[in-house]
């Protein structure tokens, strides 16, 4: 699926020939031959496309001779698979190809991101300045790694408040899928935070002297710092809780275990004088006696009650 915009001042508008394209858009499905048709028809490397299609890439940026380069950084998108025990944010790679006539992004699967640049949610962006473009895109993705953030820990908190009440193993899969979203974003905006310190060390958008350019790709290194300090905090916060919860589940299965062998001493007494009266053996006391039958009632009550107060006062010392 290919999508071409036009730059026209602060709008961002979409058009249908690529002769009236300033932004074009790659996202699949496409067939494989397609890919390289369109490196050929934008006189990029395959790799550029290819490289930008795999979700396990990693973050970072690569300068060919003929004057394009390449700036992949990744994204947190919701997992379409959502099974049992998949992870409910999974982060793919968005690719930013930039040619001498265009400016091409490439993504494996559709993200917020590239919509809300797409929709013009941003107002008073100028987006014939390419540089400002790449900029901004960086500033949208941290903002959905935050809300993201946001999203999880909102989620994370619900789910501990079912945990206080119930011992279900679904809340638990639920902090699991968590915890593995949140692996997921640590690595990312770790590996987004070195891109973005390395490209503003070689000066790759050309923003030095800049001043509105420079100090806003200064603060989006400030947000996306921010937001891995978050995802790790959130990291640790769920990892103790998960501990925890794990100490009170051992603990009440202790308690339930004690409790069981309390009740299974205290009916072993009785049980073991019932025992002995079922025996077809001779010479057993009071065994000629009307009365034998509530005595031994009453003998195995006195018993329990006994071993009752015997175990409590243990328990309290």
Known sequence: MIHY????????????????????????????????????AFDIPVDFITDSLDVDERSRFEIEDNGSNLILINTPIVNQTMKENEAIYVTVPIGIVETENYLITISPAENPVIDRIAQNKKRNFNATD???????????NVFWFLECLKKLNLKRNLIER????????????QL????????????????????????????LLRVRDRDPHEDLFEDIIIDNGQALEMSNVYTNILSGTMEAYASIVSNNLNTFI?????ITIILMVPTL?????GMNLKHLPFQDSPYAFYGLIILSVILGIFLILFIGKGRTK
């Open 5 to 40: 915009y036009k730059f026209s001042g602060k709008v961002v508008t979409r058009v249908e020939e690529l002769e009236d394209a300033s932004w074009v858009h790659l996202c699949p499905p496409f067939e494989e031959t397609d890919i390289e048709l369109y490196a050929k």
């Open 130 to 140: 390419r540089s400002l473009f790449v900029l901004y895109l960086f500033e949208q």
């Open 162 to 173: 079912e945990l206080y009440n119930s011992s279900r193993n679904e809340e638990l899969k």
């Open 176 to 203: 699991l899928k968590i915890e593995k979203s949140l692996v997921y974003f640590v690595n990312s905006l770790s590996a987004n935070d070195l891109l973005m310190m390395k490209m503003k060390r070689t000066d």
């Open 258 to 262: 004690h409790r069981l062998t309390i």
């Open 273 to 277: 004088v019932a025992s002995f009266y």
